[in-house]
């Protein structure tokens, strides 16, 4: 049976490994040609191209840094040129230093902001104008899907940065998805929870990682494949009537302490 995303072009950033590279292999898995971005591990690109090949759609790998205006607005140009077109785009790439912000490298705490939020704004940015231009000239719209993170609600400490990224992305991608409804393009926000990523490696050994995921509500982190089928049903036809709207996939984690509490514990 086709995919939900059969024919469909989509362009996701960050998409090497970790939760952009789930979401990559899903959109292939349901019928979409994908463009992979990655800033340094090309072999890593490759990989996850060649999964996207073998399930019979076609991949392409675009090296740059998205967090660089006029680099992540050539890669969407050459996305859309290369795959015929870009029907679906996610905002994923994402950088993050943890310090307390008392005490913390400002390059560092710029560059998060940079890259989290600015890299993040610029490709929305780029997209939706792609996605604008193919309206007017043929009806044919698109959906953009930003992965925020539940440190856009939760002030979790070291994180301010990161935090403060999140939280503009969400007003962000609300704001973006009344004014591009005109133009048959939906925009929505995705929540991952504690996922397992590469990139939790820099924060936490795997020993703190497998003892933290036993005070989650459901006792283990998710999964980059389920970030990839939820990203996969926000932008598909099924979530038509979906637009700056927030979809959590966090275990749980934004519930109130006192849901996580042991029964019967304090």
């Not at 990139?199 to 936490?204: I, L, S, Y």
Request: glycine share 10%.
């Amino acid at each position: 049976m086709p995919g939900r995303l059969e024919g469909k072009t989509a362009f996701v950033t960050g998409s090497s490994k970790g939760i952009g590279a789930g979401i990559a292999v899903e959109l292939a898995r349901e019928g979409a040609d994908v463009a992979i971005n990655y800033r340094s591990s090309a072999e890593e690109a490759e990989a996850v191209a060649a999964r996207v090949r073998d399930l019979g759609r076609t991949a392409v790998t675009l090296r740059g840094d998205v967090g660089d205006q006029a680099t992540i607005e050539r890669l969407v140009a050459e996305a859309a040129e290369q795959l015929g077109g870009l029907d679906l785009f996610v905002s994923n790439a994402v950088y993050s230093a943890r310090e307390p912000f008392l005490d913390a490298d400002l390059d560092e705490f710029k560059k998060t902001i940079d890259v989290s939020m600015w890299g993040a704004f610029y490709g929305v940015r780029a997209a939706c104008r792609l996605m604008r231009e193919q309206f007017n000239s043929n009806g044919r719209g698109g959906s953009v899907l930003v992965v925020s993170s539940p440190h856009a609600d939760i002030a979790f400490p070291t994180a301010m940065a990161y935090n403060m990224a999140k939280a503009a992305l969400d007003q962000m991608a609300r704001t973006a998805a009344v004014e591009m409804a005109k133009y048959d393009v939906r925009v929505n926000i995705l929540h991952p929870g504690w996922i397992d990523t590469p990139g939790e490696r820099k924060f936490f050994t795997e020993e703190q990682i497998a003892e933290g995921a036993k005070s989650l509500l459901l006792k283990r982190l998710g999964t980059p494949e389920e970030c990839g089928k939820a990203a996969a049903y926000v932008l598909s036809d099924d979530a038509a009537y979906m637009t700056g709207s927030t979809l959590s996939l966090d275990g749980g984690v934004k519930l109130p302490y006192w849901s996580r509490r042991e029964e019967g514990g304090q």
